[in-house]
């Protein structure tokens, strides 16, 4: 599991390491570690490094030194240097001094025409908003790929927004200890290597999961283990308008290894013909005994579903509730009297549906998602799962995971309906509703991933892609 820290954080964590080493020492390190990956870039899309043509950009201060220093040992391989000063009498003096005794060049913005690579350096993190018009047009000319110092320059690192011009990076080199903008504008960022600066960081703001997380965390039948003691899940989800929701929930949650799947509402029928495992009812009060509660996709918001909804939260077992029952619960906050506080609930909106059930609490989902689900969270004392490219899940305790999707290809209707299968499942096999959401989000993105191969794909493919997407964490 890998931490990841505030820039305020990751400053204070390096200011014992500075006062330790030579000066200078702590920037020729992470610019030895931008001159590695950026050799490996030239070594993967240009076929060599030896003679290769690197831009760099340069903008004031650290980010423009650490980006003139990677130049300098760029030289020492053979590699044709040349840096474009966007700040010339504000470039960084020794950085600066070293690539032109290495036999890097000063040049223009046309070089950046000829590149093979380019290196951003133009802004640090301690900048904030869009790249200023002199930078941007320098970077709408930029054809070849980019590896970026530290994070793209005009994305916020503490929230990953972005205003307006900003670098979209094939490779970002990262020094110390991560910072959100690498998980929340994973699009922006491409893929991220850590350089390990010997920083001594404290709690983390959120973790993300790496696949052995996942692994490690995702439940296995034992010997003895049946169908009952694998976790039985409920799925009230569906109508005679969305029947397809219901067939894509509990079809997720059988995929997801269930053991054993009850479904109740309108859309039986539908459902046994696709899911023949699957006991299926007509009501929630018919269901049977279960370990959790999947609620809300395509069930309606009329009485009857109010009614279900209510049933639900009253059964004392962790529920998922999402879609038409988030908003339910914005529409009825009375319904949350039926609910025992000491029983977990995860919510799973998407933005608009945020909106539904935070801005009585007042809370409003602006550019730190972050901040915004852990105050819903602390509000409502439920766990949420923030759905959008970079997947929020945050605990009512302060704890959050996130994971980021490196494709669109989960933008697709009912793909949320897939996910609140997978997480019902999990949730039934005992699983803290935290790392659930966090294993749930990451299989979810790596079946898309699998179903589209390449090219835009539906929910139903999704559901079909999940027994190989979870071998594949697995293995």
């Not at 970026?148 to 970002?172: H, I, M, N, Q, R």
């Not at 390990?196 to 983390?204: I, K, R, S, V």
């Amino acid at each position: 599991m890998r931490g990841v820290w505030t820039t305020a954080a990751v400053r204070e964590a390096e200011e014992p390491v500075l006062a330790a080493t030579a000066p200078g020492a702590l920037m020729r390190r992470a610019a030895h570690g931008v001159a590695r990956h950026a050799s490996r870039v030239l070594a993967q899309h240009v076929g060599g490094v030896s003679g290769r043509r690197v831009v760099l950009l340069v903008g004031a201060g650290d980010n423009g030194g650490d980006a003139l220093w990677a130049g300098a040992f760029l030289r020492r391989r053979g590699v044709g240097v040349t840096a474009v000063l966007l700040a010339p009498d504000r470039a960084h003096a020794e950085g600066l001094a070293a690539l032109r005794r290495a036999g890097g060049r000063i040049g223009s913005i046309v070089d950046v025409d000829r590149a093979d690579l380019v290196i951003d350096g133009i802004v640090g993190l301690s900048a904030r908003g869009p790249l200023r018009p002199d930078a941007a047009a320098v970077v709408d000319r930029v054809q070849a790929p980019v590896v970026a110092v530290d994070l793209p320059s005009g994305v916020d690192p503490d929230t990953g927004a972005v205003a307006g011009p900003a670098v979209t990076a094939d490779v970002t080199v990262t020094f110390g200890g991560y910072k959100p903008v690498h998980f929340l504008a994973g699009d922006r960022c491409g893929e991220v290597r850590f350089v390990d600066l010997g920083l001594d960081l404290g709690e983390p703001l959120f973790s993300v999961l790496d696949p052995d997380d996942v692994a490690d965390a995702w439940p296995l039948p034992e010997p003895r283990d049946d169908k009952y003691t694998q976790g039985v899940v409920g799925i009230a989800a569906g109508s005679s308008t969305y029947p397809g929701a219901a067939v894509l929930a509990v079809g997720a949650a059988v995929q997801a290894t269930s053991g054993l799947t009850r479904y109740a509402g309108s859309a039986a029928d539908e459902v046994r013909r696709r899911w023949p495992e699957v006991i299926a009812t007509g009501s929630v009060g018919d269901a049977g005994r279960v370990q959790a509660w999947v609620a809300g996709p395509g069930m309606g918001t009329g009485k009857a579903s109010r009614d279900a909804l209510a049933h639900i939260l009253g059964a004392g077992v962790p529920v998922c509730v999402d879609a038409d029952g988030i908003t339910l619960l914005g529409a009825h906050p009375e319904l949350w009297d039926a609910r025992d506080p000491d029983v977990p609930v995860l919510l799973t909106p998407h933005d608009r549906e945020f909106a539904r059930v935070a801005e009585s609490h007042g809370i409003s989902l602006g550019a730190d998602r972050v901040s915004a689900a852990s105050a819903l969270a602390r509000a409502l004392r439920v766990h949420v799962l923030l759905k959008g490219h970079a997947t929020v899940i945050a605990a009512p305790d302060g704890q959050v995971l996130v994971n980021s999707a490196q494709s669109p290809w989960l933008a697709t209707a009912g793909s949320g309906d897939v996910l609140s299968g997978i997480l019902g499942a999990l949730l039934a096999s005992g699983m803290d509703p935290l790392l659930a959401g966090g294993c749930a989000a990451f299989v979810h993105v790596r079946a898309g991933e699998l179903a589209a191969l390449g090219a835009p794909a539906p929910a139903s493919a999704i559901v079909r892609a999940l027994p190989d997407a979870i071998r594949s964490v697995l293995a």
